[in-house]
């Protein structure tokens, strides 16, 4: 009997220090040796260290680090002090990768999470928990959700706000993980607070699962598991599954396409900038076929949709034929008939794509900002792996810099479009609604040209509010729009008297306190041979700014006359 009994107390104990993580496997003076060869590594291998942190900040935080892992109690904290540290250069193909010592991946809770522009959401969920599909998440173990997501995108590596969403949204699902960066209590469950599709604030817990299925994806083709028993919004939808969603399964693929007829649009869905394993469509063949297709139906086609919001890399010197082919079509190569959707989950090889649709098209781009901007690190290699915690580090080996340098952290698309819940769960896309719809693709000085100032105001004065909730939108901000209005207003001021004339105008009401744009009114006044209002309009630059040159010599040529 008692032999039973040791032998019980001894897998007890086994199971504690395999599942429960409590045991220590290395000291912090090992885990301090990481840390210092994580350092050297960076700084000997990584391209540009200091592109986006100075050089003394990087070390203030290098030395906080030490001693914060002689503190540390156990391995997952020691593991994330120098997650921290990697995270802080904001490089995403810089990265501590999670297995070694301590494997960080396969204990997960059997649910996702979103974050849309009303909260974090419950968007896949195993079926015995499924009347909690759609909940809002309100807080995790006690803490609200905020806190929770401000800890977790503390140890992603990503090049901007907005890339951290989706990986430290997922991260939730690893148990180890987040107990390691203390957010619960127990690897072996989560408390949520939720407020249910039923408007129900309800309190559950969630048990941790031993599962190696792929799940954990930034962006990956799959929105859910392809084994096991869950519900995601397409099989909630069936049906009224939407486009963007319909091949978001076990038969995903890399590209596909499909003819809207009844709005003349080709959708072109673009996940992986590779050739997809399996797949005997290379992608160099599948863009012969796309191509051919939409040559043969020209006149069935008016625009075509580029839509890379799950596309987080691959090959980038595979999209040159792809962007040739729409350059030496001047039918789609047109404003208003080309559209890029984007997204926060758009990554490395697209956004090279995007750079080049921006210098050699006349794409729009609908969307929110893409998790880096045309400038970043990439081909990532692996260096080595930690001496004593065995976790591979992979840095980035090459620097993209052919972009502009005063977009150091963001793209801002043309149009910014992102999803509520409501918008997600019910099926909708706001993105392709403004596109198939038209609404909103027209700019404020586009109205003013061809409808007058009265509606370009209206306009101005409905998306400004439409779209204050982006932060990031700064189109409508003065001196963007201001600059922008006034070289519309130049380049029709040869073509069309009128439509320039409209253009220069709203700049006067939208922005009165600027000089320049009364010098511009000024100046299109002379070219259709008001000069008594040219003077006018020259006066009051002048009385904003003393020191208008321009208009001081227009003035007293002017009057000579």
């Known amino acids: ?299 069935a086609v008016d625009k075509l949709v580029i839509d890379i919001r799950f596309n987080d890399g691959g090959n980038g010197r595979m999209m040159t034929p792809f962007i040739n082919h729409i350059i030496k079509r001047d039918f789609i190569n047109k404003r208003g008939k080309l559209f890029v959707l984007v997204g926060n989950r758009t990554y490395s090889a697209p956004v090279i794509l995007m750079t080049e649709l921006v210098v050699h098209t006349e794409a729009i781009f609908v969307g929110t900002p893409p998790a880096s901007p045309f400038n970043f690190f990439s081909n990532r290699r692996i260096v080595g792996r930690l001496p004593n915690s065995d976790f591979q580090l992979g840095i980035a080996s090459l620097q993209i810099a052919h972009a502009w340098p005063y977009q150091p952290e963001y793209f801002q698309p043309d149009i910014p479009s992102g999803f509520t819940s409501k918008e997600y769960f019910s099926g909708k896309d706001p993105a392709m609604d403004i596109i198939l719809n038209g609404n909103g693709l027209l700019s404020v000085e586009d109205i003013a040209a061809d409808y007058g100032v009265e509606s370009a105001l209206e306009f101005y004065k409905k998306n400004k509010a439409k779209f204050s909730k982006y932060e990031w939108w700064t189109a409508y901000n003065q001196d963007i729009l201001e600059s922008r209005i006034n070289q519309q207003g130049y380049n029709l001021m040869v073509t069309d008297k009128k439509k320039a004339y409209q253009i220069f105008k709203l700049n006067t009401i939208l922005f009165p306190k600027s000089p320049n744009v009364w010098d511009s009114f000024a100046e299109i006044n002379i070219v259709k041979d008001k000069v008594m209002d040219a003077i006018k309009f020259y006066k009051k630059s002048l009385d904003l700014n003393p020191e208008n040159d321009n208009a001081r010599k227009m003035l007293n040529k002017l009057i000579k006359k």
């Open 1 to 299: 009997m008692k032999k039973i009994y040791l032998i019980c107390i001894l897998v007890v104990i086994l199971f504690l220090s395999i599942y429960g993580k409590k045991e220590r496997i290395l000291s912090n003076q090992k885990w301090l040796e990481d840390l210092n060869c994580t350092v050297k590594l960076l700084k000997s291998t990584h391209p540009y260290l200091y592109y986006r942190i100075s050089e003394d900040e990087f070390n203030k935080i290098v030395n906080q680090s030490k001693l914060n892992i002689r503190k540390a109690v156990s391995d997952h904290e020691a593991y994330f002090i120098i997650k921290k540290v990697i995270a802080s250069i904001q490089d995403g193909h810089t990265q501590l990768l999670d297995q070694g010592v301590i494997n960080l991946r396969e204990l997960r809770f059997p649910f996702l999470l979103g974050k849309f522009e009303d909260g974090v959401f419950i968007t896949v969920i195993r079926n015995d928990y499924q009347k909690y599909f759609g909940s809002k998440v309100v807080s995790i173990n006690e803490k609200p959700i905020e806190q929770v997501l401000k800890i977790t995108s503390s140890v992603i590596n990503m090049d901007n706000k907005f890339g951290l969403i989706p990986p430290s949204v997922n991260l939730i699902t690893f148990a180890q993980k987040i107990f390691g960066l203390e957010i619960i209590d127990s690897e072996e469950e989560i408390n949520l607070e939720l407020i249910t599709t039923q408007n129900e604030r309800r309190k559950i817990k969630v048990k941790s699962v031993w599962e190696k299925f792929p799940r954990f994806w930034p962006n990956r083709l799959t929105m859910a598991p392809t084994k096991g028993e869950y519900i995601d919004v397409a099989k909630s939808l069936g049906k009224n599954t939407p486009l963007y969603l319909k091949k978001q399964d076990k038969n995903s693929k890399f590209y596909w396409f499909e003819h809207l007829r009844d709005s003349k649009t080709i959708y072109f869905q673009y996940n992986q900038v590779d050739n997809q394993p399996g797949n005997p469509e290379s992608f160099s063949q599948f863009t012969e076929r796309l191509w051919d297709y939409i040559d043969q139906n020209r006149k």
